[in-house]
């Protein structure tokens, strides 16, 4: 090969190479942000104790579709093991309304964060 052609994508490849490290760092700026947001989301209502679906997905960040699968995860665990003794915040906790409407209370949902962060980092 020419010395010249090889200095050339020598060049070119240093240049791709430099420019994949700085994408990799905005990308990891810009996921650190969104985290940011997700947690100042979480804190921003701090007047409301009892909330549905939807204000528990703005409480929380999520969207209506998370929450509904987070319950049916919990749902399929309860019925896999029979309903037997679970740990008190294993499970997100409601209380159903006859006319079906789950009621969330802030601080079972926060005690109910805090113990799946703990499970999470153990």
């Known amino acids: 090969m020419n010395k010249s052609f090889v200095g050339i994508l020598a060049i070119i490849c240093s240049v791709m190479v ?3 490290i700085l994408g990799g760092f905005y990308i990891l700026s810009e996921s650190s942000k969104k985290q940011e947001s ?4 979480v804190n921003s209502d701090t007047t409301k104790e009892v909330m549905n679906e939807q204000e528990l ?4 960040g999520l969207t209506t ?3 509904e699968d987070i319950l049916k995860q919990d749902a ?3 019925q896999q093991t029979g309903g037997g003794v679970f740990d008190t915040y294993q499970f997100l906790p409601y209380f159903q309304t006859a006319s079906g409407q789950k ?4 601080e079972e949902v926060n005690n109910w964060l805090s113990y799946q962060t703990k499970r999470i980092k153990s």
């Open 103 to 106: 009621i969330f209370y802030k």
């Open 76 to 78: 399929s665990i309860k």
């Open 18 to 20: 430099s420019l994949s």
């Open 38 to 41: 997700v947690v100042s989301s």
């Open 57 to 60: 997905a703005s409480y929380l």
């Open 65 to 67: 579709s998370n929450i």
